[in-house]
């Protein structure tokens, strides 16, 4: 079944045997972040899901972008919510990358920094995890309405380390899939059941590191309450292969990577990724 087939009824996240394979930022160790040819990488290399991250221009364009700025990137010392979209359009979003050996070969390519509405049309049966910067009420609005008009709820899910964000996102009655935020992860680590029976998370997907200071975010405990919950878990971002294989046999439910062509070397060998194999012949 097709991500268009499943439009009006269950997500993507809900839908889809895991674990799945997340390209975080695209394939963005063989090209530009956050770029359409880092997204169609990833794809080519077997990600199920592109990872990218938003930020609304003066002008009320989103812009796939990691960074508020585009200086790392691009070398232009600009916020984006200072800009318009015409002036981020100009901008060279593959001067910033280096490859392995120390070369620039992105730099004055024409690599552009991407919309977020021009993603969602260009990869129309592709589910994408949406990192939702800090963003006020009424740019929230617009990215909801983006997603609609993309017809892409089923296949769009939205995250953010905000509270607040997410509050907002189901509040303006968002119905793909949401993530928790870290509030909702500390609570998740901390909380008694009891606790987690009264005051249900409002999210489908816990996205975290391995480690949080002393903590141990690989503990069975903390897998077997996802389960309970029915929360998936997926940590971030992992380029070792040893250490995705090691989280998939602990029973991660996504691994979110950098390097999808390593991680995708390990979803070909390990016992638990045979629904992926599936996806990926």
Known sequence: MSLSDMKGSMHFWHSTGGPLLYAHRGASRECPENTLPAFERALELGADVIELDVHPTRDGVFVVSHD????????????????SWAEVSGWDAGAGFVDPHGARPFAGAGVRFARFDEVLARFQDVAVN?????ARPRDLERLLAIVREAKAESRVLLTSFSYRVLSRLRTLGYSGA??????DVVR????????????????????????????????????AKCKRLAIGVDYWVVNEPEIAAALLEHGADGIITDDPRA???????????????????
Not at 68 to 83: C, E, H, I, K, N
Not at 178 to 183: A, H, R
């Open 68 to 83: 508020a700025t585009a200086a790392r990137v691009a070398g232009v010392a600009r916020a984006l919510s200072d800009a």
């Open 178 to 183: 949401i993530g928790l935020s870290q509030l």
């Open 188 to 223: 998740l680590v901390f909380s008694p059941g009891l606790f987690d029976r009264l005051f249900p998370y409002g999210g489908v997907r816990a996205q975290i590191p391995t480690r949080s200071g002393p903590v141990d975010l690989t503990a069975p405990r903390l897998f």
């Open 263 to 281: 991680i995708a070397e390990v979803f070909r060998s390990s016992p638990r990724t045979a629904a992926w194999r599936a996806r990926h012949p």
């Open 130 to 134: 949406v990192d939702v910067k800090d």
